[in-house]
């Protein structure tokens, strides 16, 4: 990226999960399908196959994430951006 000369990398920090979503076929103008999120339904769903992530676990993961990553990416002269989970859920899956 440094060397292409793409100053801001915006990753998304959503660990093991990727996006929660309740509604994977919401329909929105036009008859568009996007997805969507609705706490009430993901009450008492079912867990995935990972099971129940704490907030300090996803902290954690953060923690080793970034230090494998700023120091590559100040040398590369990048600066970096986060995108926090969506929904942020404390815990995930419970």
Known sequence: M??????????????VLNWVRADKAFV?????LV???DHRKMIGAPL????SITEDELWDRLTYFLEQVVTVAEEA???LAMH???PP???IGS
């Open 2 to 15: 440094g060397q292409l000369g793409i100053p801001v990398w915006c990753y998304e920090w959503v660990a």
């Open 28 to 32: 929105s103008h036009g008859g568009a």
């Open 35 to 37: 997805t969507g999120y």
């Open 48 to 51: 995935t196959e990972h099971g």
């Open 77 to 79: 002269n990048i600066k």
């Open 84 to 86: 926090p989970d969506d």
């Open 89 to 91: 859920l404390s815990p």
